[in-house]
């Protein structure tokens, strides 16, 4: 069924996001059709919502009915949200079509949880464009107010940084495994819980076999995979390890050929989201490893996977020995929340995110993020108060090695202050970094 919308009126309690301004930009500059994808739960309805007056959800059985027996309702009246279009994949082409025949700006939004192929849907390729959400950022909680923006260090101005929090090891920690996800992370601690839960469950019992076409025989099996996949996040670990991982203690592993599918459909379901390989076209690194860092769409999920709090976290006491990485596993769930949300504020400025690593290992930075004329800005995290020279020897090196390419070099933290080292590296705490 579908149900009138006023815009703007959808949510009372609605926080505008950082893809709200591309929206707006997009819907400005004449975009007729938007396809927001992501994961679940992301939010992308409620965005969606917000700028509609009638709305298909296709989870209910008679909306789908009703779409899949004329497709063609969804070009009837103004602003339209097509949510979880797969379902019906015949909409995408009949809003192709529309968009060709004159359809206004911002007349069609269409939302995603599942990047599965349809045979016979167009690409939508210059007629539908597709726009990605994550979950929420630091600075989209409101956890801290950010003073240092990425788009002005993608300036290379390298103006001054400054800025206070009193946002700690503790709360980053609570935000970590709270997750970004709107409608789950301010539920009462026992129903958070809960529901992360059930969102694991929903992906390996019904969204796997769903996008696939086939039921798992064995969810335990993918459950393991995916829970030493969480074990692995901010690490290049190779599949093989966390296949090995995944079955510890057990004599047969099962082949490439078994796995690879899961992490195919987990990456279409948009659970997956690696970060790739900076991999620059001028060459002024030789030997650059191709691996990318393994990162779940939230860092919540990785802790839920693996049964830890914010209790464990801080004390150390439940590491998941079964991948090898340097520094502890609240370090590596710190940098995933970083992660986050340079990739939302780096889409908002059109940029482009990587990780550099050598091929032995002798360096490594977290976060390359590229603007178009392949310039860029270098991101370490640093689970501590303070950043040593020690912390900051891989950014000068890169500094040194690709001299005015490196726009700008920060160390991304868990301490109190904003500033500038003597050596002109910015050190700045996550609650203030932002878009």
Known sequence: MS????????????????????????????????????????????????????????????????????????????????????????????????????????????????????????????????????????????????????ASLLTGERTGVEGSTDVGLEQYADEIVRSGFPDIRTKADRLRRAQLRGYVDRVIDRDFADLTGRRMRNPDVLRRWLSAYAAATSTVASYERIRDASTYGEGDKPAKSTTQPYRDALEALYLVDPVSAWLPTNNHIAELAGAPKHHLADPALATTLLGLGPGALLSGTSEPASVPRDGTFLGALFESLVTLGVRVSAQAAEARVGHLRTHRGEHEIDLIVERDD??????????????????????????????????????????????????????????????
């Open 374 to 435: 392949r310039k860029i800005v270098a991101i370490e995290t640093k689970l501590s108060m303070t950043v040593t020279d020690d912390d900051v020897q891989h950014l000068l090196w890169l500094q040194s090695t690709i001299g005015t390419d490196l726009l700008d070099a920060v160390v991304v933290t868990a301490g109190p202050h904003a500033y500038r080292r003597p050596d002109g590296i910015a050190v700045v705490p996550a609650a203030l970094f932002g878009p």
């Open 3 to 150: 149900a009138d919308v006023e815009p703007g009126k959808a949510a009372t309690n609605y926080l505008r996001r950082t893809v709200d301004r591309e929206i707006d930009e997009l819907v400005d500059g004449g975009a007729a059709a938007i396809s927001l994808e992501g994961a679940k739960a992301v939010g992308k309805s409620a965005t969606a919502l917000e700028r509609v007056h009638t709305a298909f959800l296709l989870e209910e059985p008679h909306a789908r009915d009703l779409l899949t027996a004329d497709p063609r309702r969804v070009t009837a009246g103004q602003a339209v949200l097509i949510d979880e279009w797969h379902h019906v994949p015949a909409v995408w082409d009949v809003v192709r079509r529309a968009v060709d025949a004159g359809a206004s700006p911002g007349q069609f939004f269409l939302t995603g949880s599942a990047n599965a192929s349809h045979p016979g849907t167009h690409s939508g390729a210059g007629r539908i464009v597709t726009v990605r959400m994550r979950p929420m950022s630091l600075a989209e909680r409101g956890i801290g107010q950010p003073s240092v923006s990425l």
